[in-house]
């Protein structure tokens, strides 16, 4: 995953306080409820008439299904990603519990290969109980796989198929050089801007004769010492911007780990699982453990769809009838083809309705095991969400796998790909980094400042098209939920053709390339050309649903 789904942290340090801006809306707000700004919990079930947010009218909708007096029927939807806390309070009785299999007996009692499997699977790890936690970047596993085939091989003995291949190669090359270069970069600069802040916090902690001290005492610092008002100044300007410790040490973190990991050719984690990841010849691996320490983004996503509703604990997750099947594929880097592959059958294999896919990576070299997967599962009447990324790109210009496109150019018509917008009404609605394209990025739904579940217990706020994924995903199961008579190709045209359009707003497209801000209607930023509304939803699916029992 690499980041790719939750706000980019890579960022330039030539304005130091954007480290604030990485961390801080993430994981400084408190965990209760009656502590953090309102404007954060819950808006984006709002409703964009009644309430003025743009958010996607759930509570509005649930007042109408009630009004019909309509009884929901359980949805499953699968959460493909990093595993999930199935011991998180606000989703205590949300899990899809797999009918078949008596817990923790040690023995496949259903018979489809896989022991245990009361909760869904985790592909990341082994019959041992290990897991895997760090992986490579797509980029680094294709380049050590080319390298070593052309390593010890002369130019004037390939073959015409290698000549393709080796151009292939060459951009690779290319850019991993880039990313290693970039990466190397940053780290220098992150070593002279911790030497800079070390220094500067060393004086201010000498003069106040403290290990910590205010904003207040230090713009009534009042001294001729150069030094120490250098100091205070520069302090000031970080800590006015919302810089924390904290920030400094996650993006040195995450630095590492690319060093470390995602770029390290050298470091091949697969070994521990034990299988050939570039083929899938049916074997089963990995093992039962959907939480495995490393549940933070999938316990965030699965909050957003299926939190308990009205408990008066953190949040209202969008759909009251979700069941969580838990698929943990996602390490910290990039996914595998296979894995992926893998849990888009299995979801499809055991009931699952909706598969929400808040990952996504720039390569796919086993992309025909994916596709497969993905046709088989439309076959089956589910529904396949992606998040579309949060590199602030055209998806038109720039692909991001797993995409609705098969490698022979046909299109999944079962798929929605999400991007994310914010609370602000304006300009500003479309998050800054969410991708988008007039014909690969369907619908928008809320993903900026979202506040959901946090591993371990409590609550965090994300942004990200991670978020605006399950929010999409949500409301798809609340109407599969309330109107079971419809097919999965007729919920997706509803949810499409529902959208809530802001004709007369003109946005202010994400990442502009030459830096000047640039505007645009939402019609020319994705198909739908609008954003997600449940309660829209609900008035054309009754529509649809009486019409099409008056046939």
């Known amino acids: ?14 304005v130091l306080s954007a480290l604030a801006g990485v961390y801080s809306p993430a994981d400084s707000l408190a965990n209760e409820k009656d502590s953090i700004q309102s404007k ?6 709002q409703d964009p008439e009644e309430e003025f947010t743009p958010g996607v009218g759930t509570e509005r909708a649930y007042k109408e299904l009630i009004k019909r007096r309509r009884t929901p029927k ?19 009785g949300k899990f899809w519990t797999n009918p078949g299999e008596i817990p923790g007996n040690g023995n496949d009692d259903d018979g489809n290969g896989y022991i245990d499997d009361v909760h869904g699977w985790n592909f990341l790890g082994n019959g041992k109980g290990e897991n895997l936690f760090f992986e490579n970047l797509e980029l680094t596993r294709v380049y050590r796989q080319y390298s070593e085939k052309f390593r010890n091989k002369e130019k004037k003995d390939f073959t015409s198929e290698e000549k393709k291949e080796y151009k292939v190669f060459r951009r690779i090359k290319k850019k991993y050089g880039e990313e290693l270069a970039k990466n190397v970069g940053e780290n220098q600069k992150l070593e002279k801007f911790s030497k800079k802040y070390t220094d500067k916090d060393d004086i201010l902690k000498a003069h106040f004769k403290k290990d910590s001290y205010s904003v207040e005492e230090m713009e009534s610092l009042k001294s001729d010492n150069e030094e120490l008002n250098g100091a205070a100044t520069f302090m000031l300007s970080l800590k006015k911007n919302g810089f924390d410790i904290s920030a400094l ?7 590492d780990n690319q060093l470390a990991y ?14 050939d990841p570039s083929k899938d010849d049916g074997t089963v691996y990995g093992n039962n453990n959907v939480n495995a320490d490393s549940s933070g983004h999938g316990t965030h996503v699965a909050g957003i769809v299926a939190a308990i509703r009205n408990n008066d604990k953190g949040i209202n997750g969008v759909s009251n009838a979700a069941q969580i099947m838990v698929l943990r594929v996602v390490p910290d880097g990039d996914e595998r083809d296979k894995d992926i592959a893998r849990a888009i059958r299995y979801a499809a ?17 086993q992309k025909e095991l994916v596709d497969a997967a993905v046709q088989y599962a439309s076959s089956k009447g589910v529904l396949l969400v992606h998040a579309a990324g949060n590199d602030g790109q055209n998806n038109d210009k720039v692909r991001h796998y797993p995409d609705a496109v098969l490698l022979n150019s046909q299109k999944v018509n079962n798929w929605v790909t999400v991007g994310a917008t914010g609370s602000l009404r304006d300009e500003r609605l479309v998050g800054s980094f969410s991708n988008y394209g007039k014909k690969t990025v369907d619908i928008f739904a809320p993903g900026v400042d979202i506040y959901s579940l946090k591993a371990g217990g409590g609550y965090i706020t994300h942004s990200g098209t991670s978020m605006a994924c399950p929010v999409f995903s949500g409301v798809a199961a609340l109407l599969m939920s309330y109107y079971p008579e419809l097919s999965t190709e007729q919920i997706r045209g509803i949810l499409i ?7 007369n707003l003109k946005v202010t497209k994400p990442q502009d390339t030459d830096g000047k ?9 994705s198909v739908s050309g609008g954003l997600v509304n449940a309660y829209q939803a609900v008035v054309l699916a009754e529509k649809v649903s009486k019409q099409q029992v008056s046939k």
């Open 517 to 525: 801000p640039k505007k645009s209607k939402l019609s020319k930023l």
């Open 40 to 45: 954060y919990l819950n808006w984006y079930n």
């Open 349 to 365: 294999d055991n009931g699952a309705r909706v598969i929400n896919m808040s990952f996504g990576k720039i390569l796919s070299p």
């Open 1 to 14: 995953m690499k980041n790719i789904l939750l706000t980019p942290i890579l960022i330039s340090f030539s």
């Open 74 to 92: 359980p949805v499953v939807v699968a959460i493909i990603d990093t595993g999930v806390d199935t011991t998180h309070e606000d989703l205590k």
């Open 262 to 275: 995602y770029l390290d050719t050298n470091y091949n984690a697969r070994t521990l699982i034990g299988d």
């Open 249 to 255: 040490q996650g993006y040195k973190k995450e630095l």
């Open 497 to 503: 053709d529902s959208s809530v359009q802001f004709k």
